[in-house]
C-alpha cells in the first residue's frame, strides 16, 4: 500500500522560495499522478496543480501559474513543489496526494502535510 | 471555474443523529464529485467518489448521491468519530476544486 512522506516543516522569509517534497513509500505512483493541495489556518483546501510522473506533464491553478512548479522524479518516486516569491499568505499546511485519471480525479492517498511558515 | 458550494457551513448534532450535508456546483458535473472528511491536525481521508462509490475502510453509514449539479453526503448514526469537517470536490474540470466545508460539531 503506497503512503506519501512528506518533506519537514520550514520558515521562510517573504520574497524567498520554499520546495517541498513528497515519496512515495511502500510503492511507487505508477500510472497515477500526484497533486498539491494547500490549507492556510483555519481555512478549507485550495488544489495548486498536479504532475504525471510518467509523462511529466503538469497543470497548474491559475492563480499560482506564475509562481509555482511541480516535478517528479520517477527513479525516486518523489514529486516536489516549489512556490516562488512567497507572502505572508502563503502561510500554510501543503499537502501532496495521489490523484486517479491522470490528474483530473479523486484524491485516494494523501501525504501527512508540510507546515510552510513565511514571516519577516 | 466550477464553484462548490456546501451547505451548511457548520452542523451540530448528536451521537446517532442522521446528518445531511449538501453541496452545489455552479454547472452540471455529471457525478464526476468526491467526498472527504478531515479531522483537526490531520490529513483529509477520501470518503466518498464518483457521488456515491464508497471508498475502502470507509463504514457503510456514510453514503452519497446526486447528479448534475447537486449533490448530498448522508451520515446514517453519527458516531463519535464523525465529528469532523466535510468537504466536497468536483473532478469534471481543471482547476479541480473543493467546497468550503461543514463542520460536523456536538450539539
Known amino acids: 500500500q503506497v503512503h506519501l512522506v512528506q518533506s519537514g516543516a520550514e520558515v521562510k522569509r517573504p520574497g524567498s522560495s520554499v520546495k517541498v517534497s513528497c515519496k512515495a513509500s511502500g510503492g511507487t505512483f505508477s500510472t497515477s499522478a500526484v497533486t498539491w493541495v494547500r490549507q492556510a489556518p483555519g481555512q478549507g483546501l485550495e488544489w495548486m496543480g498536479g504532475i504525471i510522473p510518467t509523462s511529466g506533464s503538469t497543470r497548474y491553478a491559475q492563480i499560482f501559474q506564475a509562481r509555482v512548479t511541480i516535478t517528479a522524479d520517477e527513479s525516486t518516486s518523489t514529486s516536489y513543489m516549489e512556490l516562488r516569491s512567497l507572502r505572508s499568505d502563503d502561510t500554510a499546511i501543503y499537502y501532496c496526494a495521489r490523484v486517479t485519471a491522470g490528474g483530473m480525479g479523486y484524491m485516494d492517498v494523501w501525504g501527512k502535510g508540510t507546515t510552510v511558515t513565511v514571516s519577516p | 471555474d466550477i464553484q462548490m458550494t456546501q451547505s451548511p457551513s457548520t452542523l451540530s448534532a448528536s451521537i446517532g443523529d442522521k446528518v445531511t450535508i449538501t453541496c452545489r456546483a455552479s454547472q452540471s458535473i455529471t457525478n464526476w464529485l468526491a467526498w472527504y472528511q478531515q479531522r483537526p491536525g490531520t490529513a483529509p481521508k477520501l470518503l466518498i467518489y464518483?457521488?456515491?462509490n464508497l471508498a475502502g475502510g470507509v463504514p457503510s453509514r456514510f453514503s452519497g448521491s446526486g447528479s448534475g449539479t447537486e449533490f448530498t453526503l448522508t451520515i446514517s448514526g453519527l458516531q463519535p468519530d464523525d465529528f469532523a469537517t466535510y468537504y466536497c470536490q468536483q473532478y469534471n474540470n481543471f482547476p479541480l476544486t473543493f467546497g468550503g466545508g461543514t463542520k460536523v460539531e456536538v450539539k
Open positions: 464518483r457521488a456515491s
